[in-house]
């Protein structure tokens, strides 16, 4: 007895359309795993990643500057500084002032009568001091040495000078009851032109 295998039916229009429909579903997805992995892997790039650009008008508010941080910081430092030095002119000064109200009425008084340069004026040398001591302020170490056989008092005028010698001020310092062969030291000084460097120079000095 013969036996009879059934062959199978041969596809029709139908099953051939749905064949295709599930092939073309099937690369839809791989396409888009691609993509999902171009963008998601850590080592890979794409030319979607590498072009993209964002919009400035789709973000709020605004970055922060290095720049203005910067500027801010400067003038904060500097505003320091010059809070700095008109405190350390002030102290400077009530420090000299004190040492010199005792002594400068008398000195004052004693140039007053003071013929020409003076009587003591190879008795004196005078030195700048630093304008970092002084608090910028123009200043000036007057250096008496009383030269002769006994106790004697000193007064000296002191010029402050431009670059172009002009006299921008001029003060008076002295010192009193200064022994034989001793020196003194005190300090002349001007708030007038505190940024130019003024040079200080003896116009008098008077010993009595």
Known sequence: MTRHHARPAPAGPGS???????????????????????????????????????????????????????????????????????????SFEASVSAELARSRAAAEAALQSATGQGNAISDVTITGVPRATSGNLNAATVTIVNSSGSAASYAVRVEFLDTSGAVVDTTVVGTENLAAGATAAPIAFTKKSPDAALVPRVAQAQRY
């Open 16 to 90: 051939w359309r749905l064949l295709t429909g599930l092939a073309v579903a099937v690369a839809g997805l791989l396409a888009i795993a691609g993509c999902s992995s171009s963008y998601g892997g850590s080592g890979g790039s794409s030319t979607a990643a590498s072009s993209f650009s964002p919009v400035p008008s789709g973000f709020s508010g605004s970055p922060p500057s290095a720049l203005s941080s910067l500027a801010s910081s400067a003038r904060a430092s500097v505003s320091q500084a010059a809070s700095s030095l008109s405190s350390a002119a002030a």
